[in-house]
């Protein structure tokens, strides 16, 4: 940032006194008339601001100054005393320091319009927010209440402050306003009941009978005209530029701002009121019987009103200005009061009733204005007290005004010369002694415990037996007359004795800013300020609950007889403490300077301005900050705060603070006439160098503001990339997921899309098929319909045909017939009843042929031969086809309860059948009986079992034959076993195989055609079973082995069929010769059985017995 020196360049005269050259009185006050002239009525000494009154507004307390100001360093803008207020504001605020500004000046120089000013910049730059403004507000709105009741017009300022006010305006740590605590001293209440030529009472009396409505004064009791009023002074009553009515409303407003109530607001008005009331009550003398005149009231309407006003009982109060009670030892004594007395009661009262109503008005600000937290807090304290006054006529009031100014200027004094002398000294500091005035002496000749004045009016106030003013007087007089700022006519110091502007009842006091004559007249009543307590217990009394707060003492319970302090007492130690408050804290100077007694603008007075420079020591105080260093401050603060300035000493410096400094001033190459080392603190000689030094430090605090930016916004962008990855890795990871799902639907359902589209072409695909083989299906089935509809319609055609031509022919007979029955019988029928009669009895005769077959059904049995008979001749052809279905159906029955076995039997059967039947007389018997095979039971009977391990083969047959010998005809018994393979012969007896012949050798069979079971089997020729010839043998079951053999030779693939020869003679060969068999019948005459003989050596001739 560009530093700005308007302090230094482009200034009219000079912004700083102490850069004035060359230093003289006139070339101060040339300065400040220069100055002042173009409406610079700030000018510097230091940091003290010397403010001028304008005595007209200035265009230089805008919200634009006030952002100019802010922030700004003291001396980088033309004076000001926004930048005084900005200085002890941010010191307060950054370097946690109690802060008071002090305005002193004479009275009309503008303290209270610069306290102001401080005011309203503070609240201009500190905190905002609803709370804060509201604190700022009320604190604001306490200056036109507080104006309102102790303000009023003087000779020398139209809104000269009649009381001392000191403002503490409490911050937090940030620097917003808290609150606040006000601090009235000693009002000029004398002015409530008699007020100076050209000079008016309190702003309030006025504001309120102008600014009042109609209501409101009839409420009150008042009128609108002053005239009507004793305490009202009418010469000034109208003050130029002063507008009361409105006044008063913005009064108002403030207190119901500020937090007053209604009533409050009513109550205060009332008393006002009732001050004015009381002034207007008069007194007359009435004589009593001892001759004394007592005071009685003149006209009681003012009173009555007053009483009604104050809810008091108007009879108490009237005695109350009648009669004194004073109680001593226990007894009260009654006296009574004369005229003066009563009117003296009058007016103190008013004065009583109004000062405290101010000091009420003051604690019920407070109440509302303090700070609402316990919490630490700091403080800037605003003092703005009446200045010093110089009257024709000065009495007990200016006296203290002028002792509380003298402290101010005291400490004025004691804080910027003798303090910065006295630093110089202790510090080590070369220093050229300055010549000041101090004004302590002053000081203790008014505040002395033992002889100061003040102490001396106590005294005497206390002092038992006649105490008046001159009295006062003569006791000053003998006192103080060797004084060097006290002036008496009666001093001892003759040098006053022709001194005629001392009058006798005067003494005269140099103040540090002039010489002041005070008469003593009321010294001593105004420092009693009693009141009669019969008055202030008549207030008590008052059925008003302000008035009885505000006279306590009147309580007859709390009956008090010690004196209360007197008011120089209590404004001593008021101002005491004051002091040793304001010692506390960080004092900022303003120094207010009047340019002319005419309350003019643009014009400047000098002698007026050169005394006040004078008095108030502003060239001494130029002189001490030239000849000294502008600034100065303790080593370790100064590191502390400058050390960023230096490397080596930045960030810490390890070492004793002072060589820091001096490593940092020399690092900075600070000329060496700049500054000076103290022993705890360096020196700034010019205000140029430590505004240097601050604007290095802003520029080092912003780059390390950025460097602490930079770190910061590092690692807070480190922590919330950090937060963002991991946030970026749940959220990926959830986003995948989310996708992955997303695509697994996406996919998954394309895959059902796809598989459904596939099943659909699959299913259609084999629905086509299916629809096809279906069509073909129908289409053979139709085909076939069709063709089976052409066969049975061709059939039907037939049939049809056959049946018209039946029928053709049936109808023809029966018409025939019918013709010849109704020629026959047309005598006997009528014509329809006949073929009735006809149809009703072929229907009942085939019902009744089909039920009667029904019961008489045969039995299941295929060979059973019976058949019902036919009971009609013209259902014969239906009655030879049911037999026929019947027998075919029953036979099917039969086959279907077949087993295997028994089918393999009855094929036997079947095959003996073929083989036998109708050629051998032998088949008929064998047909009932079963075909055994194993008649032997040759596996079970032990007696064949050599014979049965001798065979390989299953046997399917065995049995007991007869081997026909050739030589007689006879049979021996042999056992015949017939497998799949061979036939065996062995011995009926031993078991022992004769011959076992294999059946391929075996080329045919011959037998009879007779009953007998002779049969011979013949073998192949060459064969080497047929060595012994062919066998010739019998037996009862030759129908069963002569079938089983055929069998087995129909089944066998190697063989040729089995030749069955059924003749009555055969040929059979034995060894080398054939022998015939003939077979003959013989009658049963010669016996039943079959006999064999041999007739020759070639014929064997087999006698069969015929069946009978
Ligand atoms: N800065 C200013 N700008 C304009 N007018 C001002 C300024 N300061 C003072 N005045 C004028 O001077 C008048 C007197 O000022 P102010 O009341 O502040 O004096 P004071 O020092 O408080 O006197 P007293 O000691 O009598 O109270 C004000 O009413 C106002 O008209
Ligand atoms: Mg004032």
Redesign the pocket.
Same mark, same amino acid.
């Given at each position: 940032m560009e530093v700005k020196t308007s302090l230094l360049d482009n200034m009219i005269g000079v912004g700083d006194m102490v850069l004035l050259e060359p230093l003289s009185e006139d070339s101060f006050l040339d300065n400040l008339k220069k100055r002042f002239d173009h409406s610079e %009525?700030y000018t510097y000494i230091g940091s003290v601001v010397i =403010?001028m009154?304008? @005595? #007209? $507004?200035?265009p230089i @307390?805008t919200p634009e100054k006030v952002e100019e100001y802010r922030n700004r360093n003291f001396y980088e803008l033309s004076p000001h %005393?926004y930048a005084l207020a900005d200085e002890a504001y941010r010191s307060l605020r950054d370097q946690d320091k109690d802060q008071c500004i002090l %305005?002193t &000046? *004479? =009275?009309? !120089?503008? /303290? +209270? *319009? !610069?306290?102001?000013?401080v005011m309203s910049y503070v609240a201009a730059v500190c905190g905002k927010g609803h709370e804060v403004n509201k604190v700022k507000e009320q604190l604001l709105q306490s200056n036109p209440v507080l104006e309102a009741f102790g303000?009023a017009k +003087?000779v #020398?300022?139209?809104? $000269? $402050? #009649?009381f001392g006010k000191y403002m503490d305006i409490e911050f937090d740590f940030k620097g917003d306003p808290l609150g606040g605590v006000i601090s009235n001293y000693l009002l000029e209440k004398s002015r409530v009941v008699k007020q100076p030529r050209g000079e008016r009472n309190f702003h309030v009396f006025y504001q309120l009978l102008s600014g009042a409505s109609d209501d409101t004064l009839r409420k009150l009791k008042l009128d609108r005209d002053f005239s009507k009023y004793n305490y009202l002074s009418l010469d000034s009553a109208a003050v130029n &530029?002063l507008d009361d009515a409105a006044n008063f409303r913005t009064v108002r407003n403030a207190m119901q701002i500020v937090g007053f109530m209604e009533d409050e607001v009513q109550s205060v008005l009332e008393l006002v009121a009732a001050v004015l009331k009381l002034g207007n009550i008069e007194f007359k003398p009435e004589s009593r019987c001892n001759g004394t005149d007592e005071s009685r009231v003149k006209d009681k309407n003012d009173l009555k009103e007053m009483c009604e006003l104050l809810g008091i009982e108007q009879s108490v109060l009237e005695r109350a200005f009648s009669y004194r009670t004073v109680e001593a030892k226990m007894e009260k004594v009654s006296t009574t009061l004369n005229v003066a007395q009563a009117y003296y009661a009058r007016d103190a009262l008013a004065k009583n009733l109004y000062s405290r109503l101010f000091s009420w008005l003051v604690t019920r600000i407070n109440e509302s204005i303090q700070a609402q937290t316990k919490a630490r807090h700091k403080v800037m304290g605003v003092l703005?007290? @009446?200045?010093?006054?110089i009257f024709e006529d000065n009495s007990f009031e200016q006296f203290i005004i002028n002792y509380c100014n003298e402290k101010l200027q005291q400490i004025f004094i004691e804080l910027t010369l003798r303090e910065e002398q006295e630093e110089y000294v202790r510090e080590g500091i070369e220093w050229t002694n300055i010549e000041y005035f101090n004004n302590a002496i002053i000081c203790d000749l008014i505040e002395n415990n033992q002889n100061g004045i003040l102490a001396m009016l106590d005294e005497e106030c206390l002092r038992p037996g006649t105490v008046t003013d001159e009295t006062f007087l003569d006791k000053l007089n003998t006192i103080c007359a060797d004084h060097q700022h006290f002036e008496s006519r009666l001093n001892k110091n003759s040098k006053f004795l022709n001194d005629h502007s001392l009058p006798h009842n005067c003494f005269r006091i140099q103040h540090y800013a002039g010489k002041v004559l005070y008469r003593v007249e009321g010294f001593v009543d105004k420092n009693n300020d009693l009141l009669y307590r019969d008055l202030s217990q008549a207030m008590y009394k008052a059925n008003h609950s302000l008035i009885k707060q505000l006279f306590p003492e009147g309580n007859p319970a709390k009956v008090n007889l010690k004196r209360p302090p007197t008011a120089g007492f209590q404004f001593r130690a008021s101002v005491g403490t004051l002091m040793r408050n304001l010692q506390t804290k960080n004092p900022n100077y303003i120094r207010?300077i009047?340019p002319n007694d005419k /309350?003019a603008s643009h014009i400047f007075t000098d002698s007026l301005v050169c005394h006040q420079v004078r008095y108030l020591g502003l060239m001494e105080n130029v002189r001490v900050r030239r000849a000294g260093y502008a600034f100065r401050q303790p080593y370790e603060p100064c590191l502390e705060r400058y050390k960023m300035l230096c490397k080596r000493t930045w960030p810490h410096w390890k070492g004793p603070a002072r060589e820091g400094v001096e490593v940092l001033m020399a690092d900075l190459q600070i000329p060496a006439e700049e500054i000076a080392y103290g022993r705890s603190k360096i020196f700034i000689r010019n205000p140029r160098t430590l505004f240097f030094l601050e604007e290095k430090r802003k520029q080092c605090l912003q780059d390390l503001a950025t460097l602490i930016q930079k770190i910061y916004r590092g690692w807070k962008c480190r922590t919330h990339f950090l937060l963002m990855k991991k946030s970026q890795i749940v959220v990926a990871a959830w986003y995948r997921r989310y996708a992955q799902q997303k695509k697994y639907r996406n996919i998954k359902s394309a895959t059902t899309v796809v598989q459904s589209y596939t099943r659909g072409w699959q299913a259609r695909k084999l629905l086509r098929e299916l629809k096809y083989q279906k069509r073909c299906e129908e289409a053979v089935t139709t085909i076939a319909a069709f063709w089976h509809g052409t066969q049975a319609r061709r059939e039907l055609r037939r049939l049809k045909e056959e049946a018209r031509r039946k029928h053709a022919v049936a109808l023809i007979w029966a018409y025939w017939q019918g013709l010849k029955v109704r020629r026959e019988y047309r005598k006997f029928f009528r014509a329809n009843a006949g073929k009735k009669i006809y149809d009703f009895t072929i229907q009942r005769i085939i019902q009744k042929y089909f039920l009667g077959l029904k019961s008489n059904m045969p039995s299941m049995s295929p060979i059973d031969k019976k058949w019902p008979a036919r009971p009609y001749g013209f259902l014969d052809g239906v009655h030879t086809e049911l037999r026929k279905i019947f027998h075919h159906w029953r036979c099917k029955k039969y086959r279907d309860q077949f087993t295997e076995e028994k089918k393999a039997v009855y094929e036997e059967k079947l095959e003996a059948s073929e083989i036998f039947k109708g050629k051998k007389a032998l088949y008929p018997s064998s047909v009932s009986q079963p075909f055994k095979g194993d008649y032997l039971e040759i596996s079970k009977n032990p007696k064949y079992q050599k014979l049965n391990s001798a065979v390989d083969e299953k046997v399917l047959l065995a049995d007991v034959v007869n081997k026909i010998n050739r030589a007689n005809g006879k049979g021996t018994p042999r056992i015949f076993l017939l497998t799949k393979k061979n036939f065996v012969l062995a011995d009926q007896k031993t078991g022992q195989v004769k011959a076992s012949i294999p059946l391929p050798d075996v080329t045919s069979v011959s037998v009879s055609t007779q009953k007998d079971g002779f049969f011979a089997l013949k073998l192949k020729e060459g064969s080497a079973s047929a060595v012994k010839g062919d066998f010739l043998l019998s037996s009862e079951h030759l129908i069963e082995i002569i079938t089983k053999l055929h069998r087995i030779g129909a089944t066998a693939a190697d063989r040729e069929k089995l030749k069955v020869d059924i003749s009555d003679e055969f040929l059979v060969q034995f060894k080398q010769d054939k022998v015939c068999v003939k077979f003959i019948q013989s009658s049963p005459k010669n016996g039943n059985s079959v006999s064999c003989k041999r007739k020759n050596n070639r014929l064997l001739e087999v006698s069969v017995p015929t069946s009978p």
């Open positions: %009525i =403010s009154n304008p @005595y #007209r $507004s200035l @307390y %005393i %305005i &000046g *004479e =009275s009309g !120089a503008g /303290k +209270t *319009e !610069a306290s102001k000013l303000n +003087t #020398r300022n139209d809104n $000269s $402050s #009649r &530029g703005d007290i @009446y200045g010093f006054e207010c009047k /309350k």
